[in-house]
């Protein structure tokens, strides 16, 4: 079934197309909000709201983008919206970069957890801003718009963020802790 | 030599350096492998891969959906073609089948928590029809008397557990609270399964209620005895 007859009987309540498109997109969906949830329980609450959201206003979407970034639109709003909301962030499984496991084969996954738990670690405004900016490719002006900052303030949150991440990185490339993480590719960025 | 700082580096992923910081990049080999390491970092932030949510996490936004109107009751289908069995539907099983799993479940919580804070008692759950009798039976009066025969029992195993406690002087159990938690998070699992499956159910709405309510005054006893005992 093609993806517009599945957002069609989508729009009609249908649940198993609704949940066709979430098979399709939740990893997606999952990904963003939990990058800026920064831990897994909020994430779990930010990416059900996101979907709530987007399932009510299917009837609204038009084609007029693609309903990949029509929903992930709506994906960083809801998880923006909701974080703004939370009075103080609850980190029940907070993972510091140094607690990451270390992935035994693959230099990229290992790095991909690094970078991860390195976000985690990050105040919530730099940490919007990265993942909006280097991992979710806005521009500053669509930043400005979503956080209700202007384009040089998401800037300046924005070279702020890159240099912690790479002092967090760093700090870990100085104090090894094992002989077999030395020859990792993550220490070297 | 001053070394350009961090901030201007990571400016610089994005942007031309003026003529005094591409000069200092040329003599300096310390910034101009920072500055290498930070692209590196930024184009490694933007291949980080899509996550897949945890296990579980489309029931319980289903359960929402459902919730608040936004998917229709599952479709009707007959799971066996024609026949006496042809009204027989999918949709009724499924809310038969749900309920049968919750109080056969809940019969034996009540059973199980009676056992641990208040002695032995007989294994009610052996007499508790299971959902692979229901499915043995295409029967729509047969069903229905399991289902009606389960919840007699799960009634008759709360009612046996509420009287022994009141026997031993009000909402205090004895017994592990650990163990009454986790029978009763069984309980919560199979309300939200037979909720889900039949979420216009009145009945197992409620039962589910006073499970989730029945497993949040456990966790509040469990919480206070550990700050007693200086856990937290």
Redesign the interface.
Known sequence: MSEADLIRRACEGDGPAIRALYERYAPRVYAVVRRIAGDDELARDYAQEAWIRAVRALPTFRGESRFSTWLHRIAVNAALQAARKAESRQRHERISVEEVPVAPAHGDALLQQRLEGALDRLPEGMRQVLILHDVEGYTHDEIGEVLGVTAGTSKSQLFKARAKIRALLRSLADHPRSAGETGARAWSI | MEHL???????L?DEPPTVAERGHLDRCARCAS?LE??E???A???A???????RG??E???A??IA?????A?EVRPITSGGASGRWSRMRWLRHAASVALFATGATVGAAAARSGLGAQGDVSATVPSVAQLAATTDPGEALALVQEAERAYIGALVHYRQLVGARGGDEVAGDPAVRYAALEQLVQAGQAAVSRAPADPFLNGLLASALAEQQAVYRRMSGAAAQDGWF
């Open positions: 700082s961090l901030d201007v580096l990571s400016r992923v920072e390491a930070l590196h970092q930024t490694a932030l933007s980080l891969p899509d996550v897949r949510p945890v996490d489309w319980a936004l289903e929402r959906l608040q109107g936004l998917v229709q599952a």
